[in-house]
Each structure stands twice: as C-alpha cells, then as structure tokens.
C-alpha cells in the first residue's frame, strides 16, 4: 500500500468504525420492536420511576432483548416441585443454631392417666395421642379397631364438615394390620405407633391423588412420598385420610365447596389447613398435618379450637409439599393437646437432605418448666377490646387476598359484634391471670418492626405468583375454585425483581429488630389475631395456639410465639397453661 493510499485509509477508518457500530442499531430499529418508548414510559408509572426519555431510549434495546428470553424461560419445562436456587436462613450472621437433631428420639412424656373404661371404641374419638398410644403399647385396644374407627367417622362426619378430599382406606387397614403385627412381636416404635392421622392434601402421597384443593389439580397423582409421610410410615403411624384445604393454600374453600366448622358447621373452618383443623377437632383423625406461610396453621386451630404448632421455617422437610412461597412454607403438626403437637414434632423435625432450608438443630424436651424463671412478653394493648370503629373488621389469621386465610370485611360494629368482642377479650385476659397464678411475671413490650413487615407482605404472593406462572398463563387460570388467585397471581406480575429484592433487604431488617426483641424474653404472649402472626412469618419464628375459652360456642385461642428453634420452651409454657386449665378436654358434639 502507498503513502497516499494509507493516508486515504486512515482517514476513512474513524467512519468505517461508526459505522459498524452503528450497523447493530440500525438493524435493530429496522426491525419492529414490541416495546415502544410509550410502552416502557406506561411500564415505569407502573413501577413508580421515571427515568426520562434519554434513560428510556437507552434501555429500550435491552428490554426487547429480554423479553425474547423471557419467552424462552417460559418454553422451558421446569416441574412444579423445582426449588429456585435461592436459601431463606432466619437466623442471622454468627447465630446459627447448634447441631444435634434427632428425629425420633425417646421422649420424656408426661404420665397420661390411664383411659376410663369404654363403652364402644368410639369412645375413644377425641382422646390425645399420648393417651391412644398406652392402649395401644399394652394391647388394649388394636390399630386395626382404631384405624377402623376413625375410617367410620370420616365417612360419616366428614361430608357435613367437608373435610376429607381422599379416603385412604385400603392403605390404612395395611398399615394398621402390620402395626399389630409388629406390636405382638414386641417392635413396638414409640408412641405414633398404629395411631391413625390425616394429611392436608398437598403432601404427595404415592399412588394417591394430590389435589392442591384445586380443580386443576383434581386428577394429579405424584409418584413419590413427602418426607412428612415418609417419616410418620417409619414411626409406625397409619394415613387414614387426605384433607381438605383451601384451594391453593387460601381460605376454606377447595373444589367440593367450604370446610365447615364442628362448632358450628354454619361456620367456616378457615383456612387453608382447613381440613385437619377440622377433622381432628371433630374426633376423625388422632392428628394432622397442615402447613402455614401466613397464618394457615394458626388460624384454623384457632377457629377448630385445637393445638396448632408452627414450627421454626426450616425444621421441617417441604420435600413433597406444594410450594406457595419458597421463603415462607412452614410444616406442622394440629393436635389435640401440646404433647400431641411434641410428639409428632419429635417424629418429623430434622434435616432429610432434600430440603436445604432444613438445619439441624437439637430439640430436647422436658414437659417440666418454672415458668418464674422464664422472661415472657405480652402486647397489652391486643388483649384490650378493638375501638368501636375498628371492630367490625376483626378476624382471624391473614388479611383476604395474601393468599391465606380471609379477613372479613370492615364497617360500623354492631352492637352484637362489640360485645362478643369483649367477651373474647375477657376471656384473653383471664388467660394471662391463670399464667400469673402459676409463677410467671409478664412483662408489656411493643411489638416492633410492624411498619416493614406491612410493607414487604407481597414477598408471599410474588413468590406464588412465581411457583404457579404456568398455571397463571394457562387456560385452566379460569376455573372457579381457584377464587382470587387468578387476580393475584396476575396482579404480582408486575412485581418487579428489584423491588422484591429490596423486600428481602428490608426483611432482614425485620428479623435484626425482632432478634433484638426475642434477645430479652423467652417467649410473648399473644391473640391469635395478633399483628405478630404475619410479622413472625415473615422472620421465621415459631408459635403454637392452644385453647383459652369460648363465646358463644366457639373457640377463643391464645398464642405463644418462641425463639427461633426452641420449640421446647415455647411448647413447655404452652403445657404450663394446659395443665391448669380444662379448655383442651372440651370437644364439639356431632
């Protein structure tokens, strides 16, 4: 190449340059583009920003390139049971618990009198398993005419409670049959041996249909057991029943209509472990399983009247258990006594090496505690009666649309709705004298933290807008059990990822606040309809509701919400109170 030549080339290159790196950009705007600056500028008032047109002209290319893979994310096969690859742990840096779990582990169990002579078997319906199991180590009565038993009352109860979605009668008569065969030959396993519980039905169950509470899911069988089912077969334990729930894990309503309550069946049981609230206050099963996210397990025992335990996220194995919110699930047992809840704890807590949220943490049990040693909290202002303008709209468990269970409605309160409201004030507050008479000294504090957890509520219906996206773009997102969740579900997919990141951010803001809190007491003291539920599910903390008195026929409950995995103190306050008082030898008549 010549001087001059050369000269020409360089001179030209600076352009040639541009040009190329023009030539992208001018492809891509010959190219129609989906999303128009108006569209992106509609989408930003969306999210409340503004980035200006310059800022929007920049981005432009790269959200039409992110929508192609967006579109290719969703052509991608991922199965419902598909954890993402992100870990929830609510325990914060350097406080991780010690290790020592050991499912199964012999208990020290309070001595259960012995049961008063029967009539029928059937008189047996509503006794505690702790109690079931001595007839049952001795031979006194068989987990055959057990089994047998509460597979009458299902049938014969369980359609006017409509709590049972799946009898499992033939694997229930086998797995009785060989308890007895294992009890006369001395293998005795502990005291869930032969006793007969129900599942809320989104634990797969091999060979049995899984049905979410959902028509869409109606025929869906999966082909594996949960570690929760695992686990109760290996403790001897015998499936009876799969349960209702609500559909999709919120209320009380499922595809074959409402949950009723035993109390009053004009009642709903509320939700969404409306079923094994239910059925095991009603006397059909010995236990359940339900689950709670933001209040699912709290609130039906409260409405059913029973012991309802939600453990410390990350106790239990969701392996196997339809996921609503990845960060939030949480597993337990509902019972009818605080032992009960302990035993069946005993059997299922602990790491499977399925579920990587799951920690060992040890959890040792001693049904006796001074309670004058322990420091417990209580928030005065929930056991007052609600200002006259607020009262109507008080309720139990979630606030309706979190997907759980329903508020109801607000208003004016009627006089009818004031008083009952007092009453189940006076009843909260006699419950706290009988604490006082036993030993303990409460202490008022002010819940913090209740500001974030407002604001962050959505990270639970982001993440099930996320678990069923495939359902939410699919024709079956029109049946009608599935309630508001289509609404939701469409609603939380304009969530953008930042703004649910910085939801996790403030999250753990919360649980450095309620850390600080639970650093001083022992366990708080609470309704069941206390702002602590959300809050607590939110940060990972366990609580247990149990029986405190009735209004008008129905079930008041007080809730004792513990450390993050010490179950056993908060269990052992909840048995104190237990042992002191007759609420939890009172059942519904059928």
Sequence with gaps: ??????????????????????????????????????????????????????????????????????????????????????????????????????????????????????????????????????????????????????????EKHGPRLNSVVTLTKDLALEQAAAADREIKAGRYRGPLHGIPWGAKDLFATKGIPTTFGAAPFQKQVIDYDATIVERLRDAGAVLVAKLSMGALAQGDQWFGGRTRNPWNPERGSSGSSAGPGSATAAGLVGFSIGTETRGSIISPSAENGVVGLRPTYGRISRHGAMALSWTMDKIGPMCRTVEDCVVVFNAIYGPDGRDSTVVDAAFTWTPDVALSKLKIGYIPREFEPPAPAAAAGEGRGDAAGRGESGGRGRGAATPEERRRLEERSKVLNEALEVYRKAGAKLEAIELPGTRIANMIGFILNTESAAAFDDLTRSPEIADPSLNTWPNT??????????????????????????????????????PTNSQSLGLTNLTGHPAVAMKAGFVNNTPVEIMVTGRLYDEATMLRVALAYERVTKWHTMHPTL
């Design 1 to 154: 190449m010549g001087r001059n030549d050369r000269r020409r080339f360089l001179k030209a290159l600076p352009a040639a340059v541009a040009a190329g790196i023009a030539a992208p950009a001018l492809a891509q705007q010959g190219q129609q583009q989906r999303i128009d600056l108006e569209t992106l500028d509609c989408a930003g008032k969306i999210f409340g920003i503004d980035f200006g047109k310059a800022e929007d002209e920049a981005a432009l290319r790269g959200v039409n390139s992110n929508l192609g893979t967006y579109e290719q994310l969703r052509a991608l096969d991922i199965p419902l049971d598909t954890e993402p690859a992100i870990t929830f742990r609510p325990y914060l840096p350097g406080k991780a618990p010690k290790p020592g779990a050991t499912p199964g582990a012999k208990l020290k169990l309070s001595t259960a009198p012995p049961a008063a002579r029967r009539g029928s078997i059937e008189d047996l319906a509503f006794l505690p398993v702790t109690t079931l199991a001595g007839l049952i180590a001795r031979r006194e009565v068989s987990s055959t005419d057990l089994t047998k038993m509460y597979l009458a009352r299902l």
């Design 489 to 526: 579900f469409r609603t939380h997919r304009f969530v953008p990822a930042v703004e649910y990141i910085r939801a996790q951010r403030a999250r753990t803001l919360l649980m450095r606040q309620m850390d600080e809190l639970m650093s001083k007491y022992d366990v708080l003291l609470t």
